[in-house]
């Protein structure tokens, strides 16, 4: 369903701070059932499963309940994430979700190193970009040209690998601008997506480079079923010392935040 249909851009709102603490995204969609008792019963059931078997290996897809009231869940976190920090973001995930969620069937959090989904209807391996958050630098490049041939062809680099048999949805890589400049991009899917599927999402992530990252210095797209994000800067993981303390820094950097519902 999801892509095929007419988007409404809703709110593009306010410069922020970015912290890996803080969700980089949440929906409580009003549009799904309420919850019953049952069904928050068999919610927290399944967040307690999704805690345990993603915490351990970074991924998980379960159900808990059965008929009008079973309910689908998925965990995953960024791949590249260490499993300390992985499970410590997806604790902390699977309780703001109930906060931030208390009544609705269909919730989802982004934190910038995992994610939870849960819903009453089963969205197992469908591609879904309905609901996007674009967080973009503010900050142009000086050199639109070179900067757009190389990113472009990182991207393409990266989604093919990502999509590809036996790497977890996950691929990231780099490529030298200058003697200065090094661009740095990863890509994800959600795992439970075939490759195909993955390699759709992808591109309608990078498809939305033009509109909400045009010559930006660093921009992310963050889709309920991937995630791209290319920065100027290190950003993912294995990080030194050095390079840990410019990420840090970077997190004082101007993004601004879109987001686009269905
Ligand atoms: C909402 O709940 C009703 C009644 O239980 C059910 O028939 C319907 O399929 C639910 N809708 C969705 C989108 O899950
Ligand atoms: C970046 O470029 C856009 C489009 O040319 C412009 O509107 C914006 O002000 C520029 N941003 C900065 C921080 O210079
Ligand atoms: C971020 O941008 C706002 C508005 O453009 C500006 O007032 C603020 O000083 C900027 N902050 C940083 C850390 O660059």
Redesign the pocket.
């Given at each position: 369903m999801g892509f095929t249909h007419h988007y409404l851009l809703i709110f593009a709102l306010c410069i922020l701070y970015v912290e890996s603490a803080d969700p980089s995204a949440q929906l409580c969609n009003q549009n799904s059932n309420t919850t019953t008792p049952q069904l928050t019963k068999n919610i927290d059931s399944l967040l307690s499963a999704l805690v345990k078997a993603a915490s351990e290996s970074g991924y998980s897809v379960t159900s808990s309940g059965s008929n009008q009231a079973r309910v689908y869940g998925l965990a995953q976190c960024r791949g590249d994430v260490p499993s300390d920090e992985c499970s410590s973001c997806i604790q902390t995930a699977a309780k703001e979700i109930k906060n931030m969620c208390p009544d609705r069937v269909d919730a989802r959090i982004w934190y910038e190193y995992c994610f939870i989904r849960y819903n009453t209807e089963n969205f197992f391996g469908q591609v879904d970009t309905g609901y996007g958050t674009f967080y973009y630098n503010?900050?142009?490049v000086t050199d639109p040209k070179t900067f757009n041939t190389a990113l472009g062809a990182l991207m393409y680099k990266i989604n093919s690998m990502a999509s590809a048999a036996g790497n977890k949805g996950i691929a990231k890589d780099s490529t030298k601008l200058s003697d200065f400049l090094t661009l740095y991009a990863l890509s994800q899917c959600t795992r439970d997506l075939s490759q195909l599927s993955c390699r759709q999402c992808l591109a309608i992530a990078v498809g939305n480079f033009p509109t909400y990252c045009?010559?930006?210095k660093g921009c992310r797209v963050i889709y309920s079923s991937c995630y791209v994000r290319y920065e100027l800067y290190p950003f993912y993981f294995p990080l030194d010392a050095d390079q840990k303390m410019a990420l840090e820094s970077s997190l004082k950097k101007n993004y601004t935040s879109v987001v686009k519902k269905p």
């Open positions: 503010v900050e142009n045009d010559d930006k």
